[in-house]
């Protein structure tokens, strides 16, 4: 895989591993998916999976960062941030052939790992290790889920305080407002009011 060195190739192994799962594996598990997989590269807001259009593809985020949003009524709602190393997989495409209601858009630019899913499938019923593996995928889906549940109880500055602390700085900065005001809940003038109130207590101390 040329696009590829064979140091990414091994950290990203690792990182899969390790930390996309609640079943660490040996990083050799991944090796099949490096040999039939295609990098692709996404740029800033490039969509990666539209609504509406069936998807038979699995992504695997090596590096970027990816939104998932979806549309209520005028507005457009992320209900979800992707770092390097995870997972997206549509469940109702992957296992309904059921065509998405919402999107995956590159937030910054990205590249992703992208596997058939009839791979993975077939990957699942061959190897055990690599089926308890994915189910640690979809365990850790469900925490996430209840995590984001969780941080929207908060109030807009602890949600914003959060995901400062939670992104590599790099990214943070990266991410236009729209985007961060999205995934917090929040208009953009209410972003830049916490913004500058937090700017003003940093100077005060």
């Not at 091994?10 to 997989?37: C, H, I, Q, R």
């Not at 009839?118 to 209840?146: C, P, T």
Request: with cysteine.
């Amino acid at each position: 895989m040329s696009s590829l060195s064979p140091s990414e190739i091994e950290n990203t192994k690792k990182l899969l591993s390790e930390s996309e799962s609640l079943y660490p594996v040996s990083p050799s598990l991944f090796d099949p998916l490096f040999e039939a997989g295609e990098v692709k590269e996404f740029a800033r807001q490039q969509i990666i999976m539209h609504p509406g259009q069936p998807i038979h593809e699995v992504h695997i985020i090596l590096s970027g960062l990816v939104g998932s949003t979806y549309v209520s009524g005028n507005k457009v709602i992320m209900n979800a941030m992707a770092i390097p190393c995870t997972v997206l997989i549509h469940g109702g495409s992957f296992f309904r052939k059921r065509a998405p209601m919402m999107q995956w858009e590159a937030l910054v630019n990205t590249r992703t790992l992208c596997l058939p899913d009839n791979f993975i499938r077939d990957y699942m019923q061959k190897s055990h290790e690599f089926a308890l593996w994915m189910y640690g995928v979809a365990e850790n889906f469900i925490l996430y889920s209840e995590e984001r549940a969780i941080l929207l109880s908060d109030n807009a500055e602890q949600r914003y305080l959060k995901l400062e602390k939670n992104l590599p700085r790099r990214i943070f900065r990266e991410l236009p407002s729209r985007v961060v005001a999205r995934y917090l809940g929040i208009t953009e003038q209410s972003l830049s009011r916490i913004k500058r109130s937090l700017l003003k207590s940093d100077s005060e101390d």
